[in-house]
């Protein structure tokens, strides 16, 4: 029961970090800033050490090492993206996915990044 327990565990984190960088990259902008570009260089850098699967944690290093984010473009980090899962995907014997249909599968949440922003300052209800 523990065993698959935290299976169940692995899966679910899986799915809502994957479901957290897509849609994070569906917003990236087509033309970031150098700061949205280290911030996305960042937030994956840091997955590859705190992601909570030591096991996946590893293997993502290793993709990230021989293949690190494009992050030049909204585009160019979809697809980067996209790969990376597929590597994963193959890992775990999982079909591969089709990226021209990432922004099909992935849309954009339609909240601007200011929109946001003001949100958190109780701004925006
Ligand atoms: P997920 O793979 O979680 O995908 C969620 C949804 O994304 C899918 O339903 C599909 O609609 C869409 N999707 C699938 N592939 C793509 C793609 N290439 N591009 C865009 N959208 C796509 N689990 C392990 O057991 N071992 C590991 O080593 C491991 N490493 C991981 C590393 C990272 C960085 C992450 C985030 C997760 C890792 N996982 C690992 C978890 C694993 O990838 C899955 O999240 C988990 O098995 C649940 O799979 P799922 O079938 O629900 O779909």
Same mark, same amino acid.
């Given at each position: 029961?523990?065993?698959?327990?935290? #299976?169940?565990?692995? *899966?679910?984190?899986?799915?809502?970090?994957?479901?957290? !960088?897509? +849609?994070?990259?569906?917003?990236?902008? %087509?033309?970031?800033?150098?700061?949205?570009?280290? &911030?996305? $260089?960042?937030?994956?850098?840091?997955?590859? $050490?705190?992601?909570?699967?030591?096991?996946?944690?590893?293997?993502? *290093?290793? !993709?990230?090492?021989? &293949?690190?984010?494009?992050?030049?473009?909204?585009? #160019?980090?979809?697809?980067?993206?996209?790969?990376?899962? /597929?590597?994963? /995907?193959? $890992?775990?014997?999982?079909?591969?996915? /089709?990226?021209? +249909?990432? %922004?099909?599968?992935?849309?954009?949440?339609?909240?601007?990044?200011?929109?946001?922003? *003001?949100?958190? %300052?109780?701004?925006?209800?």
């Amino acid at each position: 029961v523990a065993v698959a327990a935290a #299976a169940a565990a692995k *899966a679910e984190v899986g799915r809502a970090t994957w479901t957290l !960088l897509h +849609m994070l990259a569906a917003q990236f902008p %087509e033309r970031p800033t150098r700061q949205q570009q280290r &911030d996305a $260089r960042a937030l994956v850098d840091c997955l590859t $050490r705190i992601y909570p699967c030591g096991d996946c944690a590893r293997h993502f *290093a290793e !993709l990230v090492r021989l &293949d690190p984010p494009v992050v030049s473009s909204g585009t #160019a980090f979809r697809r980067w993206l996209c790969r990376t899962h /597929n590597h994963v /995907n193959s $890992r775990l014997g999982k079909p591969s996915f /089709n990226c021209d +249909m990432v %922004e099909a599968r992935w849309a954009p949440l339609g909240c601007s990044a200011a929109e946001a922003a *003001a949100g958190e %300052e109780g701004l925006v209800g």
